[in-house]
């Protein structure tokens, strides 16, 4: 969930069509058309990162005269479907994923099985990964994968690269290789599975 109160505004005279933005924006809400960026005032998030990367400074972010609330309901979802899903991306429900927003796994979920295809998708219905942009990703992706979407980042972005391994990939081999010299995988994991195990506490409790 966001509340998004700000928007990019582009300063036409300024801007030097480089699509910089283009390629940072998280929910593909900036577009250059005839050599000058255009915002779709719908779609954006008001994350900044275009305003921050514009190598000519010709955007700014505004307030919104009317600040949009942008969230997925988990209660407009089966919660058993979100839970299995969780469960196959090894998350737990209730577990934050986006920081910046306070997003739990549970809306991420909620907004695949409304249809959500692509990070951009998900960042568009919840309002996740407008912030840093940079924490939530893996989750997201794993997220996306657990539910059989296959998706690739957009032609010539820059937003998102292919998914991490995650403790429980890494090989035994590996495991022991480095066990000597200060990583402690086995700990980690059984760490980790206590988190994405623990009892849910608030709306998903039956
Ligand atoms: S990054 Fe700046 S100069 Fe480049 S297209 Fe976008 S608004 Fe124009
Ligand atoms: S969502 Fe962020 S990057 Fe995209 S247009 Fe809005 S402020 Fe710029």
Redesign the pocket.
């Known amino acids: 969930m966001k509340l998004v109160n700000l928007i990019a505004q ?1 300063d036409r005279g ?9 390629k940072v924006c998280p929910v593909l809400a ?1 577009k ?1 058309v005839d050599g ?2 255009e915002v779709d005032v719908d779609r954006c998030r008001g994350c900044a990162a ?1 305003e921050q ?4 400074y ?2 700014s972010m505004q307030k919104r005269d009317n600040p949009l609330l942008v969230s997925v309901d988990i209660a407009s979802v089966n919660y058993d479907e979100i839970l299995k899903l969780c469960s196959n991306a090894l998350l737990h429900p209730e577990q934050v994923v986006c920081y910046c927003t306070g997003t739990r796994a549970e809306e991420i979920a909620a907004a695949i099985l409304k249809g959500a295809k692509s990070p951009e998708d998900i960042s568009f219905m919840t309002g996740a990964r407008t912030g840093c942009k940079v924490e939530c990703i893996q989750p997201i992706l794993r997220l996306l994968e657990a539910a059989g979407v296959k998706s690739t980042p957009p032609q010539g972005g820059w937003q998102w690269y292919g998914r991490t391994v995650t403790v429980w990939e890494i090989p035994k081999k590996v495991r022991e290789k480095h066990s000597s010299r200060g990583f402690y995988f086995d700990e980690d994991e059984k760490l980790l599975d206590r988190v994405r195990t623990a009892p849910l506490q608030g709306r998903g409790v039956k």
């Open positions: 582009v300024k801007c030097v069509g480089c699509k910089t933005c283009e900036i250059v000058k960026a275009c990367r514009c190598p000519v010709a955007i």
